[in-house]
């Protein structure tokens, strides 16, 4: 409860302070080399006859857990097209998903060949609640709440911020998949994911006037 409530102060006092740096950077850099990268995760992989050929339980939990987190992050993105101000986060925003709804077709594809459980949409695996997930990175949802609440500067910063700390947990899930994972295209995924969101977490922080 007091990682939430020191996450939700973090976030009104970002909303303060890094409003006028992101109005500054309107359109400055939207088409620079970061522009591609947010599809650079997204892996071409799909279901084929091999797909249940050698995989683990870390493998199983990889995928698990990785669909409802890239579904809070599409329901985020979602949120930007209406909200957001800079074209910065509108494009960050679209590349997100661009990126990660295949992945979670992908995922869910080897779920299924493998006779595993796919987390319902809207939904969580059993404990993997927003709020007590136990997965790094989740918003809850009084986080989700006062996202869709904002809107312009305000939503860009809360955005912004929200999804830095989103795509950390997915690099630490992903990290975990590329040691103990056993199937090469979950392990190869999970190097995707930490390359293309650790680009884009140093593109979130240059917006967020860090960087």
């Known amino acids: ?13 970002a909303t303060v302070t890094a409003a006028l740096v992101l109005a500054a950077c309107g359109g400055s850099d939207s088409d620079s080399g970061d522009a591609g990268h947010g599809s650079s995760h ?4 799909s279901p084929s006859a091999d ?3 050698a995989h683990n339980a870390q493998d199983v939990s990889f995928a698990q857990g990785m669909i409802p987190h890239h579904r809070q992050a599409l329901e985020m993105a979602e949120l930007a097209a209406d909200r957001a ?11 997100i998903e661009k990126a990660q709804d295949p992945e979670i077709k992908t ?22 609640d927003h709020g007590s997930s136990g997965m790094p990175g989740m918003m809850d949802d009084a986080d989700m709440e006062m996202l869709g609440k904002a809107s312009g500067e305000d939503f860009d910063t ?3 911020t929200m999804m830095v700390e989103h795509h950390e947990g997915a690099i630490d899930m992903a990290g975990t998949e590329k040691t103990k994972g056993r199937y090469a295209a979950a392990t190869a995924m999970a190097d995707d994911i930490i390359t293309g969101q650790t680009a884009e977490i140093t593109e979130m922080n240059k917006l967020l006037g860090k960087g």
């Open 85 to 95: 101000s800079s074209a910065e986060v509108k494009s960050l925003a679209a590349r």
């Open 42 to 45: 997204g892996t071409s992989t």
């Open 1 to 13: 409860m007091s990682t939430t409530r020191t996450r939700r102060a973090a976030l009104m006092a």
């Open 107 to 128: 995922m869910s594809g080897w779920l299924k060949s493998w006779g595993e459980e796919v987390p319902e949409a809207g939904a969580s695996m059993p404990g993997m």
């Open 51 to 53: 797909t249940a050929a």
């Open 158 to 160: 809360m955005f912004l």
